[in-house]
DNA sequence: CATAATTTTGACTTCGAATTCAAAAATGGT
DNA sequence: ACCATTTTTGAATTCGAAGTCAAAATTATG
């Protein structure tokens, strides 16, 4: 056995017999180097030679070495972790969202810290958290007030907001044109000779309820139609369902379409109307959503809807976080995305 | 002004002017007290006096600090991360199982790093980021090798394993009794007098679907039913629909009962007995599912399936882990839940 | 072959908080 | 008021990788 060899073993018993893992230090030691080589071998275009490069990378190997990110972290000021933070009590659609956010930023090398929030006290909690873990930046699909949103810019940490957007100032933010989405809607239903609405909301602290909401009633506005009843739900399936069902049942005043919020609760207002109204969709009630969540395009269903195209928003809320986190002198950006009318069979 | 006040803003301003975020050495400074003093200031229970607490604390506030979790997690070797690691492909319910732990390791001051796996290069890529990240421990619920375990045990990063489990050796996870429910719904489904039985199982290389499917299988030939057909569906609705409707409407065969190996699919076989094939259910045809995701409660739908109590999992396998964590040498523990029975409406 | 130019290397410092240990301060008992 | 005991405090070290800079090694040039 060569003296390289072992050295090599040496330290790698040492290793075990203490429990640690190896450090660069250790890796250094094994192949007779300098720390700093071991550091330049691990990275891009470190000025290293091929040898050199050879040599390390066949002890670190060897010692199962892979560099202490943390460590890193602290040195370079970056930690390569972004937080994504989504409001849970919303039953919009996020599951798959989070799927697309996941893949886009691994490709980045780029990792996600998740937060989740159900409560007032879950947000200081978040922003106390992506401080403190030096996040390089924030995916925001979730509401937060505007002295929540200084936090970030106050600290200079770049976010993105996910399907909202800020009214008044300059932000970063993607999403989908409501407005236009809910237009094609109520156009749609308008055309098709519909005369009593219902709008069906979310819950009353929802920026993307009162967006989309809005929308529907502005266009129903210029189109002269004043026979509308708004209901007020919470974006859940059986909110959808008790809503209309209490509204037609008890209330005893029947619309002749529904516009929903979102689609989970349209789905619920569907079967409301169909088992426990004993109407029949589309010939007595239109009922038409908003998201293009999975089962809105189910056989069952097949609800008329303006689907997100959620790929690429998702796309583009990395690309913008990444390139802020990159260059921090970028201007703010807001991207619009256009909703698809999906053709379902809950409409006349 | 005082000279402690005066201490402080010149501390803050000089901050500022170098866009600095402020350390414990800059409390210090701007507090008169050394950096000890402020890291103990932090420390639950640290030696420390209550004027001095509160000297730093109001500096602290002041300029806007908190403890670096990077710093804090490279001294104490622990970076209060947990990795958690779902498969994208399979269309399992997640999203609500993410939900359930984000709760429960938030409550215990523990974050979430997000990986979703769509291939095995994800597998490899996973495996390098949770060693590199040193994080404390790791959820799995997805399919890993052998192999792959192993890369956990060698280098002791406590995991649980969550809607699976190893059968040889031992290894923390946290299960539903599939044998147990499946037996339960093949039983109701034998009662009410059905005989031809189709299985609709997951994608081949879900460990998940072969237990059910197994489960079921034994249960059937128990009973001595032997008039069985297999046909492989992707969890997917629309496996499910295409499926049923290749059965039933191209092969000709039509079972009495189709057991499927989770809801979303059953859903999809519901609507291709229906709509495809003009079938009624439970009349008809019986269709059974597994998971209790909550579409298929809707009233449309009201599926009998076998839920799994999605909570109480989550939070034994974020107790499990946890445990291991905080004491490395606790032993293996499997947790079993029973699911729960819901008698729907698609059986006889 | 000598010298200049370039590349490669290693010693040392840095990031920010926690911890050890000894010194200093506060408290208690007489 | 004195000494013993306990509690607080701060100086110094540590964690592991990356970057700076000067020394050493290599290559290029006349």
Redesign the pocket.
């Known amino acids: 056995m060569k003296d390289f060899e072992k050295q090599v073993s040496a330290v790698k018993q040492e290793l075990e017999d203490n429990k640690?893992?190896?450090?660069?230090?250790?890796v250094a030691r094994a192949a007779?180097?300098?720390?700093?080589?071991?550091?330049?071998c691990?990275?891009q275009g470190g000025?290293?030679?091929?040898?050199?490069?050879e040599r390390v990378q066949k002890v670190a190997v060897e010692l199962g070495?892979?560099?202490?990110a943390?460590?890193?972290s602290?040195?370079?000021?970056r930690s390569n972790i972004v937080a994504v933070v989504i409001n849970n009590n919303t039953n919009l659609y996020y599951p798959e969202l989070l799927v697309e956010l996941s893949r886009d930023f691994n490709k980045r090398g780029v990792h996600m810290l998740l937060f989740t929030l159900e409560n007032e006290s879950d947000v200081t909690n978040m922003l106390d958290q992506v401080w403190q873990y030096q996040v390089d930046g924030v995916i925001l699909a979730a509401q937060l007030k505007d002295t929540q949103l200084n936090f970030f810019s106050e600290r200079s940490i770049p976010f993105v907001y996910y399907n909202r957007t800020t009214e008044s100032g300059p932000c970063n933010s993607v999403t989908c044109d409501v407005a236009e989405g809910e237009r094609m809607l109520v156009d749609h239903l308008f055309k098709s000779k519909h005369k009593r609405f219902c709008l069906l909301t979310g819950p009353a602290d929802s920026a993307v309820s009162k967006k989309r909401m809005q929308g529907a009633l502005e266009r129903l506005h210029e189109l002269d139609v004043d026979d509308i009843q708004i209901v007020a739900g919470n974006y859940s399936y059986s909110s959808g369902y008790q809503q209309i069902k209490t509204l037609i049942l008890e209330h005893q005043w029947q619309p002749d379409a529904i516009i929903c919020a979102n689609d989970i609760m349209a789905l619920g207002a569907y079967d409301a109307a169909i088992k426990e109204c004993n109407l029949s969709v589309p010939k007595d009630i239109s009922i038409v959503g908003f998201d293009g969540a999975e089962p809105a395009s189910w056989q069952s269903y097949q609800l008329t809807t303006v689907s997100q195209p959620l790929e690429r928003m998702a796309d583009a809320a990395v690309d913008i976080l990444m390139q802020r986190i990159e260059n921090s002198a970028l201007p703010p950006e807001k991207r619009v995305f256009s909703g698809v009318f999906i053709k379902g069979k809950t409409c006349k």
């Not at 640690?20 to 250790?26: I, P, V």
């Open positions: 640690q893992r190896a450090t660069s230090y250790d007779g180097v300098s720390q700093s080589a071991v550091s330049r691990f990275k000025s290293i030679s091929k040898k050199m490069r070495y892979q560099p202490n943390i460590a890193r602290l040195i370079t000021r």
